[in-house]
């Protein structure tokens, strides 16, 4: 019993360890590759500011400045485009033979992709603070409580978190980069402009309001919008988690079993 | 702690030589495709074995199996004394592996890449870093140690592959195709080493589709062939499996290389076949030299010019030809 426990113990302390370097390995390549840089820090910066200066304007959203609806929109849709490179990622070193070597190592199973998503987390993390920043510099200001304020990243990580599981469990599917980055962002962009992100719901069409309304980014993005701005946070905060958790379990799901299936 | 056992089929054979990897009816299937079909074979510890076979032979697969990527469908394998199936976190921290397809994480440095892997296999910090330094300059990476693979050449990157496949010291070490892509000087190099290897203790299989690589390298050879194994023995065994020498001839005008192909026909002990060249024809011969007067008598009144006759020694060319009845490289679906 006693050992059991012991052995337990030494294999978590492993995993953590594997995953650990896994993680570094993957952020190393993040800093190294120019292209993954611009993709996920330059990209959501210049939408922040086009969507400002050009449909800004044009947009109405009821009271209140177009930059503080926006800017929780694009911090979400920030990291549910980045959620795409988990998969392309895995995928890539599905098709190198990565994988191949890593499985032939006595390491953790799991370090392999539990170390891209942590990767993937921390660039988000990196992200997030500095689109928060760039919003401040054009007129994004908070109206809430610091509590509220802290919870807004964390919210934002976990909820990419969700995303890149569904990424990751397209990735271990199709094993090929290029086909990985098509099959995200298929269902990724309709995904994110049928929803609340950059303009009110009510002003759609009723069909599409409708499903507007459910969608997982919607509540995600009202959730962030009460938060900063101090408006309600109700309902959108128990749809929103409901909506991650379900995500989280069934995708790493998915996921884990394609990638212990490999072959 | 885990106990190192002997594999049943280890401790039957007994004797002074265990073997590092035995295979015993090993089957694998995808879809249609038989890919291994019932191969068993055994490796002394502390040999280099060779397992030769054209594309398609199902050599990356048995790889794939003993290395714990892939389950196999039937049959049971041991490497290092341990089950592919049951124990394979114990085999993998025994083995090392050098794909088909160099692994080499393009964006790390080649000292990053060998200090990860070393980290994976659970060196500490500076047994890893230790590692890597001794590694890359066994292979001569040095100077390259701390640019980032992607600059590396292709033979650059197979021996950081090789040298990443060493860093845990392996009992046994798998070796898909090594030396596929190198130029013949950086092959030669990588011979030197993995000989190198082998007088330390270490057991090497190792595939390969170069018929003198296998012949230079191995101590025992495997032929497979379509998943079969289709022979088994030293190099000078699978030799003498022809029955004889090889007689060859080089014709000055191709259009001759048939009537030299009927003219020698007559006293060989086999198939008389033009090679690719277009010019020379070669054929199995009992008794060699003593029939090359009376073959170049009949060439000559046959009216065919040569440029060059002679007897050899079987090559794995030739041996392969004589147990499949096509060349080595012929694909699956010719
Ligand atoms: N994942 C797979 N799915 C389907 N068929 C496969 C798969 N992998 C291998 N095969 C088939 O199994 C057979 C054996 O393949 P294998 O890769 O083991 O051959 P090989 O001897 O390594 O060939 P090569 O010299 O070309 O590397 C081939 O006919 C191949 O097409
Ligand atoms: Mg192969």
């Known amino acids: 019993m006693h050992d059991t426990m012991t052995a337990l113990r030494i294999e978590a302390r492993w995993a953590l360890a594997d995953t650990l370097a896994m993680a570094r390995r993957n952020l190393i390549r993040y800093v190294r590759s120019p292209e993954l840089l611009v993709f996920s820090t330059i990209n959501p910066v210049m939408f922040v500011l086009l969507f400002t200066y050009v449909f800004g304007g044009a947009i109405d959203v009821g009271p209140g400045n177009y930059i503080n609806f926006l800017l929780p929109g694009i911090l979400v849709q920030t990291v549910v485009f980045g959620a795409v490179q988990t998969g392309v990622g895995l995928a890539e070193d599905l098709s190198s033979g990565m994988v191949d070597r890593y499985r032939s190592l006595p390491m953790a199973r799991s370090a392999v992709m539990a170390g891209r998503i942590l990767a993937d987390t921390v660039r988000n993390v990196f992200v997030v603070l500095l689109m928060i920043g760039v919003g401040y510099a054009i007129g994004f200001r908070f109206n809430a409580s610091v509590a509220a304020i802290i919870a807004i990243p964390i919210i934002l990580v976990i909820f990419g978190q969700a995303f890149s599981w569904i990424s990751a469990a397209i990735g271990v599917s199709v094993r090929e980069a290029e086909t990985a980055q098509v099959a995200g962002f298929v269902w990724i962009f309709p995904l994110t402009f049928m929803s609340s992100m950059f303009v009110p719901v009510h002003t759609m069409p009723g069909w599409l309001e409708a499903f507007a309304s459910v969608n997982p980014i919607t509540v995600t993005v009202d959730l962030l919008r009460g938060l900063s701005q101090g408006g309600e946070i109700m309902p959108s905060l128990w749809q929103a988690a409901a909506w991650t958790v379900g995500l989280v379990v069934l995708c790493s799901t998915v996921a884990i079993t394609q990638y212990r299936r490999l072959s | ?334």
């Not at chain 2, 070490?173 to 082998?198: F, K, M, N, S, Y």
């Open chain 2, 1 to 334: 702690m885990v106990q190192v056992r002997e594999a049943p089929e280890r401790q039957a054979m007994g004797g002074a030589r265990p073997d590092a990897i035995v295979v015993r009816g090993m089957s694998k299937a995808y879809g249609e495709i038989q890919a291994l079909d019932d191969v068993s074979l055994d490796v002394a510890a502390g040999t280099i074995h060779g397992l030769l076979g054209p594309n398609g032979a199902g050599k990356t697969t048995l790889v794939r199996i003993l290395t714990t990527l892939l389950p196999p469908d039937n049959g049971r394998a041991w490497v290092a004394g341990f089950d592919v199936a049951r124990e394979a976190t114990q085999l993998r921290s025994r083995i090392g592996l050098a794909g088909q397809s160099a692994a080499v994480d393009e964006y790390l440095t080649g000292r990053e890449n060998l200090e990860l892997v070393g980290r994976l296999y659970h060196l500490n910090r500076s047994t890893a870093e230790r590692r890597a330094v001794e590694l890359l300059e066994r292979f001569d990476l040095t100077e390259a140690a701390d640019r980032r693979s992607k600059t590396y050449s292709g033979g650059m990157r197979r021996r950081l592959d090789l040298a990443a496949s060493l860093v845990a010291d392996p009992e046994v070490l798998l070796l898909d195709e090594p030396t596929t892509g190198l130029d013949p000087r950086a092959r030669r190099e990588l011979w030197a080493v993995i000989r190198q290897l082998v007088s330390g203790g270490t057991t090497v299989l190792l595939t390969t589709q170069y018929l003198e690589e296998a012949d230079e390298l191995a101590d025992r050879i495997t032929v497979i062939d379509l998943g079969r194994v289709i022979a088994e023995g030293t190099a000078q065994e699978l030799k003498q499996r022809t029955h004889g020498d090889v007689l060859s001839v080089v014709v000055n005008d191709p259009a001759q290389a048939e009537a030299a192909c009927r003219a020698v026909a007559r006293h060989g002990s086999g198939v008389a076949r033009i090679d690719d060249d277009g010019v020379t024809v070669t054929m199995p011969v009992a008794g060699g030299a003593a029939k090359l007067a009376a073959i170049i008598r009949d060439l000559d009144t046959d009216g065919v010019a040569i440029s060059d006759i002679g007897v050899r020694q079987p090559s794995l060319d030739d041996v392969f030809l004589a147990l499949t009845g096509h060349t080595a490289g012929a694909d699956r679906a010719d």
